[in-house]
């Protein structure tokens, strides 16, 4: 049984998703992992879940910020629309080749975004997760 029941991943990139995918797995991160290559379809999905079963809604989420159509961004001001009994539970990471100083500032600066990292995910990271955000 893996650390969160549920984790998401929204990037346009679909080897990244494949890779993140598997080092969440390899590390018993998460139960299931949900890759989206399109932030709307990942937004539709969220939105989903509060309206059916918001106990279900995912513990994690990696967002890339650079994305065709809904960017990063764009993806964070709807997410803040979504009820707040739900995304409370959730935490929300930029995972982003971005290596722009202003990019990981502007990341920081929203309450939602409990911080940033750069690709590629690994088990450093996902071990830092664990000891800093998720309660046992």
Known sequence: MGTLKKVVLVDD??????????????????DEVISFEWAEDALNFLKK????????FPEL????INMPGMDGWSFIEE????PVEA????????????????DII??????EVKDFFSKPLSPEILGFIKEEFITA
């Open 13 to 30: 990139d679909q080897v990244n998703n494949f890779v993140c995918e598997s080092i969440i797995r390899n590390e018993n991160f998460a």
């Open 61 to 64: 989420i990696f967002l890339d």
């Open 49 to 56: 879940i509060t309206a059916t079963d918001p106990a279900n």
């Open 79 to 82: 997410y803040r629309k979504l």
């Open 87 to 102: 995304t409370r539970q959730c935490n929300l990471f930029m995972l982003s080749s971005a290596v722009d100083r202003k």
């Open 106 to 111: 502007s990341a920081k600066s929203y309450r």
